[in-house]
């Protein structure tokens, strides 16, 4: 079975600080990985996403992550927050073998201080 | 130009009176998904369709039923709503169901009184 795990349900950074959520997962095969992103009352949309090529992926508004096949992480990071990156983001995972599914963590909520 | 449409943005409904939400696709893509997004949870998927073909997940409640008359549209019909089905609903679509690939539109949020 697949699952995620997100450490920290809130993270709270300063405008212009590193942001860093964490994210664990678990899948007995090769999986694939995602960052969502989801602002207030709105649909998700896709951050990055890893599919077995390179192992660091950067995605938009300046994320990115590394898949750390031997920590099973794929923690998200941006080297210097906006006060516009204040939402809930989502990791995910499903199965190469099968990839209709996605598994999603519980979120973490990002707010960002002036 | 949105491309995953969902109608209508928010809806109320009573007790035990069936509702349906829409969703439209302009993308032409072969997969269908319906997610349920409960307040400070992670979206679970309900069902999906590949083309015509329907499927449920395993711990999806009977009350919830989906239609998909043609490829552009889908419809998410709650036959008895409880307060326990209120949440946001998220349409995605994917083409042969590449998931690196999953759009999603921005969800209906249901309120039961």
């Known amino acids: 079975a697949q699952s995620v795990t997100q450490l920290g349900s809130h993270v709270s950074v300063s405008e212009g600080a590193l942001v860093l959520l964490r994210c664990n997962y678990s899948?007995?095969?090769?999986?694939?990985l995602f960052w969502y992103v989801q602002y207030p009352n709105q649909g998700l949309q896709l951050l990055l996403k890893?599919?077995?090529?390179?192992?660091l992926v950067k995605g938009i508004n300046g994320f990115e992550a590394e898949f750390k096949k031997s920590e099973t992480s794929f923690h998200l990071t941006k080297p210097s927050a906006h006060m516009s990156d204040a939402a809930e983001y989502f990791c995910a995972v499903s199965r190469m073998d099968s990839s209709y599914k996605l598994i999603f963590g519980s979120g973490t909520r990002l707010l960002v201080r002036p | 130009d949105a491309m995953v449409i969902q109608n209508p943005r928010y809806q109320v409904t009573q007790f035990g009176k069936p509702v349906t939400l829409s969703c439209s696709q302009t993308l032409n893509h072969n997969v269908m998904y319906w997610y349920q997004q409960k307040s400070s949870q992670a979206p679970k998927l309900l069902f999906h369709?590949?083309?015509?073909?329907?499927?449920n997940e395993a711990d999806t409640p009977d009350n919830f039923q989906s239609r998909r008359p043609n490829t552009s549209f889908c419809f998410l019909d709650i036959r008895s709503p409880g307060l326990g089905d209120a949440a946001m609903y998220l349409c995605?679509?994917?083409?042969?169901?590449?998931?690196?690939?999953?759009?999603f539109g921005s969800g209906t949020q249901l309120s039961v009184l």
């Open positions: 995605a679509t994917s083409r042969d169901g590449g998931l690196e690939k999953l759009f």
């Open positions: 890893y599919t077995s090529a390179a192992t």
């Open positions: 369709y590949y083309d015509k073909d329907f499927n």
């Open positions: 899948s007995s095969v090769p999986p694939y």
